[in-house]
């Protein structure tokens, strides 16, 4: 009986940690880091490779002080940006963050963040998964 | 021969017609605003404070660009942008000037645009000034800018321009790329520019 109960509570533990296991995953992810405390911007493909669309919802990161998901638009020839709560990415499809689009907006950087560093971010999904990603440190130009 | 003479002759004034008697030996690949927009005017500071006048970046072809450094997209990659299409020229790429023109004066202080303008390199020069200043730039190029509402951080967006007007060496308004034109299609440009 003892037995039984240690097998159903490993079945479950197996089960809720796949649960945490996105079907998303991450490419190119890179961020441009700006002079000083100036809020940066990061950039990266998602893949959902799952049969269910998800959306991201948060961000987080030990090494920014808040990090929030953004879009930049133009029309008419202005140039703007606003924060957005989510974005979906659908079943089978990858949906790019880049310039001039979709972005994240990460705000106080760390002090120590230099180019070619990488940082540790994750992302976090509407099923509940999470995905980690290391991001790569470029400078102001993207190099 | 009098006849094919003429003919020639007769030939190459249609030709020009057609061609609308367009000033450049080529057609530009941005828009061409020549006579459209006054010639390149203005009182900013720099990243020392220091005033400057348009008339200070004479004898370089001027890329004007209006933007604010709490920008962390569509500003940083259109001035890299810039920065790669000059650079596209060589040598000639020192005869050009990246004039970036922050229109959020209250956060981009003379020591921000100094420390921003370092991160692109000697071509850009990052400049600002007060509302009077930039309303009076603005207007000239009859683009806008605007900011919003600040959020419980007391941060906020800038809306802004994502016009670039490029004068020639004399501050005469030649040309109007976007943000969006490619480094090689701006560089094109610039070398007929500098040649012409």
Request: proline fraction near 5%; hydrophobic fraction near 40%; include cysteine.
């Amino acid at each position: 009986m003892a037995y039984l109960r240690l097998i159903a509570v490993t079945l479950l533990l197996v089960i809720c940690s796949s649960a945490a296991v996105a079907d998303v995953t991450a490419r190119h992810a890179w961020i441009r880091l700006l002079p000083g405390s100036l809020p940066a911007a990061g950039y990266l493909e998602l893949d959902n490779n799952g049969a269910d669309s998800v959306q991201l919802v948060a961000v987080q990161s030990t090494r920014f002080g808040a990090i929030e998901l953004h879009l930049s638009s133009e029309q008419n020839g202005i140039a703007s940006m606003r924060r957005v709560n989510s974005l979906e990415i659908p079943a089978g499809k990858t949906v790019a963050l880049k310039p001039g689009g979709y972005h994240l907006m990460l705000f106080r950087p760390a002090d120590d963040l230099k180019p070619g560093g990488q940082v540790p971010v994750t992302l976090k999904f509407s099923d509940g998964s999470h995905l980690p990603v290391n991001f790569l440190l470029r400078d102001a130009s993207g190099q | 021969m009098m006849q094919l003479r003429h003919r020639l002759w007769l030939m190459a004034m249609l030709l020009m017609l057609v061609s609308g008697c367009d000033r450049s030996p080529s057609s530009w690949a941005l828009h061409d605003i020549s006579g459209l927009m006054p010639p390149l005017a203005f009182e900013l500071h720099d990243g020392s404070g220091q005033t400057r006048h348009a008339e200070d970046f004479r004898g370089a072809i001027v890329l004007l660009y209006f933007g604010y450094t709490h920008c962390p997209d569509i500003c940083p990659t259109t001035l890299a942008n810039l920065v790669s299409a000059t650079g596209k020229l060589g040598k000639a790429a020192d005869r050009t000037r990246i004039l970036f023109v922050s229109v959020d004066p209250a956060r981009d202080t003379a020591a921000a645009l100094q420390r921003y303008e370092q991160a692109f390199g000697p071509r850009v020069t990052a400049l600002s000034g007060t509302q009077a200043q930039l309303r009076a730039l603005t207007k000239r190029y009859r683009v806008s800018y605007g900011l919003g509402k600040p959020d419980a951080g007391g941060q906020y967006e800038v809306s802004h321009s994502n016009a670039v007007f490029i004068f020639d060496g004399t501050g005469a308004a030649r040309l109007l790329a976007t943000g969006t034109d490619s480094a090689e299609k701006i560089s094109t440009d610039l070398k007929h520019l500098l040649g012409s």
